[in-house]
């Protein structure tokens, strides 16, 4: 059972993707991984996987902005991720969150950023659901051998 109405999937999964690129890009010299750590465990991320239409809304900068200032964010010195891959990431985390019914903490614990950028050339060509059916039926065959 999906975590939230169908009808909002498409814009969190599009400005989520947005606003791991913009990130990216509005800031090359900051740490992407670190972001996209502390975003997928944030309260803002939270108000999201409980369909709060205000927020799932929102575009990539007005997002931004509302998570620095809700989750008093700040970037770390770091390197930033390059190329369609923070895009990917976004969309990806925000469609497995949809698609297993698991908070996005959660996610982003089962599914590490590390494990997305080694994956990203064998599943960014595919269709979104089918990357996502693959990374989670690993998981839960691994889980399963614990």
Do not use: C
């Amino acid at each position: 059972m999906p975590a939230y109405e169908e009808a909002y999937l498409k814009d969190v999964v599009e400005n989520q993707g947005k606003l791991f690129d913009f990130v990216a890009q509005s800031f090359p010299d900051k740490d992407t991984k670190d972001f996209i750590q502390a975003y997928m465990q944030s309260k803002t991320r939270k108000d999201i996987d409980e369909a709060q239409a205000y927020v799932n809304t929102m575009n990539a900068k007005t997002l931004w902005d509302f998570f620095v200032k809700t989750d008093n964010y700040n970037l770390k010195p770091g390197n930033a991720l390059e190329g369609f891959l923070p895009d990917w990431i976004g969309e990806f985390y925000a469609y497995y969150q949809w698609f297993y019914n698991e908070s996005s903490a959660e996610v982003a614990k089962k599914v590490p950023v590390d494990f997305l950028i080694k994956a990203y050339p064998g599943l960014h060509d595919l269709d979104l659901e089918l990357a996502v059916k693959k990374v989670g039926v690993n998981i839960r065959l691994s889980d399963l051998h614990l």
